[in-house]
C-alpha cells in the first residue's frame, strides 16, 4: 500500500507539471464514490465476519451440551453397555479435541475426523443394541436415542460452519479497492511538495490492519483471534467423563 500510494503520488505529481489547473479538476466526486464503497464493504465485511465468529463460539457451545446430555443418559443401561459406551464417548471427544488441535495439519485433522465417524457408527450400533434388549429401561432408546442423534448432527453442522466464509471474490474486490483507494489518497497527496509520512504511516497501517483483521476473523483457528478457548468447554467434559 506505501508503494501504491507513492506510486500514485508520482502520477499527480506529473499531471500537476502537464496541466497545473486541470490536474485535479471534477476528481472530487469520484474519489468520494470509491472511498465511501471502500467504507461500506470493510463495514459489510466485518460485520459477516464477526457474526459468523459468534455462530462457531455458539457451536462449541452447543454441542459441549449435546455431548453432556447424551452421556449423562447413559445412566440408563446395564452396566454393562454403559460402560462400553463411557469408553466410546471418552474416545469420541478426545477425537473432536485433537482434530481441531491439529486443523492446521489437514492430513492429521482428516484422519481424525475417519476416526470420529468410525466411533460414531459404534455409539450408535451399541446403542441401539443396548436399547432394544428386554432388560433394559423402557424409556431407555426414547430418551438416548434422541441425544445421539443431536450430538452427531451438531458434529455436522460445526463442519460445515468451518467452510462458511466470504467468497474469494469478495476479499480480491476488498484488498483491490483498498490499493485504488491507497493510489488517490497518494494522488491527493501530490499537491504538497514534501511527503507526509505520519498521514502516510496512518492511512495505510489502519488500512491495512483492517483488512487483516476482516480475514483474521474469518478464520479464527488459524490467525491471532482464535476461539481455541471455547474448546476448555470440551476438555472440562472429558475430564468429567469418569
Known sequence: MTIVMEVG???????????PDGAYSGTSPIEASIFGLLGLLVAFTISGAASRLDHR????????????????????????LRDRLRNCFRRYVDSRLEF???????????SKLGNQSSLQDEIWNTAVEATGTPDERRDAG???????????D?????MGALFIHTPASV?????????????????ELAR?????????VFFTGILSISVYMIIDLEY????????SEFDQLLVDLRANMK
Open 100 to 110: 481441531y488441535r491439529e486443523i492446521q495439519n489437514k492430513p492429521i485433522a482428516m
Open 57 to 80: 463460539r455458539d457451536l462449541i457451545i452447543e454441542e459441549t451440551n449435546a455431548i453432556g446430555t447424551a452421556y449423562l443418559r447413559l445412566d440408563l443401561l446395564t452396566p454393562v
Open 220 to 227: 479464527p483457528r488459524y490467525g491471532l483471534i482464535r476461539i
Open 154 to 158: 451438531i458434529r455436522t453442522t460445526r
Open 9 to 19: 503520488r508520482r502520477f499527480g505529481t506529473k499531471q500537476i507539471q502537464k496541466d
Open 171 to 187: 476479499f480480491v474486490l476488498l484488498i483491490g479497492l483498498a490499493l485504488v483507494s491507497t493510489f488517490i489518497a497518494g494522488y
Open 192 to 200: 504538497n511538495s514534501r511527503r507526509n509520512w505520519l498521514f502516510i
Open 142 to 152: 426414547i430418551l438416548l436415542l434422541p441425544a445421539l442423534n443431536a450430538m452427531f
